[in-house]
């Protein structure tokens, strides 16, 4: 979803100024100002026609032509295996770190450090599920590191709901990992881990690849890119 305070970034990322924005949209210059500054809200009519202009109805050709990359995952799975190794050491112990908690801050690594540096880190696939982003490697990697007896699987009650919770049985390998990954990883874990599943959940929904994903499909790390100032990990230069 495009909004008012993500439109100023959005429009310098494609390099669009106020006028010409405005042109595209049918509008004023100065009516441009006013909701960027938030003076004034976006209409339904406008935020479908911005969808169209910044080519979030995944049109690969009007990206291509801005000059967009187009992203494709490249899961490098033994970083994952050592990284959900690391989460599990460090706050798999918490009551409300289940499953669905650990997808979801799987998620905020890999984008948030695509946002960063612009490098995928696990570069898992994750799909827009109805409870957020959901790593489709997920199960099948689980169950590798449990035969090998490297993760376990523990069924607990949280609160009213079932919950499965993952503890590791041996211990990461951080030679696989360099500063500037731990780095991130650390600062997810310390914004995101005491959070409840559903709160994740409800968090996850707002950022922009999730919210401009139609249901099922697998999200775009390019989106990051886009994303409301409240996820954002990356200082942007003024243009």
Do not use: C
Request: aromatic share 10%; hydrophobic share 35%; no cysteine.
């Amino acid at each position: 979803m495009v909004t008012e305070k993500g439109l100023k970034r959005l429009r310098k990322k494609f390099g669009f100024s106020q006028e010409g924005l405005a042109i595209k949209l049918g509008l004023s210059r100065p009516t441009i100002s006013k909701i960027e500054s938030g003076d004034r809200k976006l209409t339904e009519i406008e935020k479908s026609k911005l969808k169209e202009v910044f080519g979030f109805l995944n049109n690969e050709k009007e990206l291509k032509n801005s000059n967009i990359r187009i992203d494709i995952p490249q899961k490098n799975i033994e970083k994952f295996k050592q990284i959900l190794l690391y989460i599990a050491q460090e706050v798999g112990g918490k009551p409300n770190v289940g499953m669905t908690v650990l997808y979801k801050l799987l998620y905020f690594i890999d984008f948030d450090y695509y946002e960063k540096y612009e490098e995928q880190l696990m570069g898992l696939t994750y799909f827009k599920n109805t409870h957020g982003p959901t790593p489709r490697e997920f199960v099948r990697v689980i169950e590798e590191m449990k035969e090998k007896e490297e993760i376990t699987e523990a069924k607990n009650k949280y609160f009213s709901h079932d919950q499965k919770k993952f503890l590791p049985l041996i211990s990461p390998d951080l030679s696989q990992l360099s500063a500037q990954e731990l780095e991130i990883i650390d600062s997810v874990l310390a914004r995101y881990s005491d959070k409840s599943a559903i709160e994740l959940s409800s968090l996850s929904h707002k950022d922009m690849p999730w919210a401009v994903a139609e249901k099922g499909e697998d999200l775009k790390y390019e989106h990051v890119f886009y994303r409301p100032e409240e996820f954002s990990v990356r200082e942007y230069e003024e243009l």
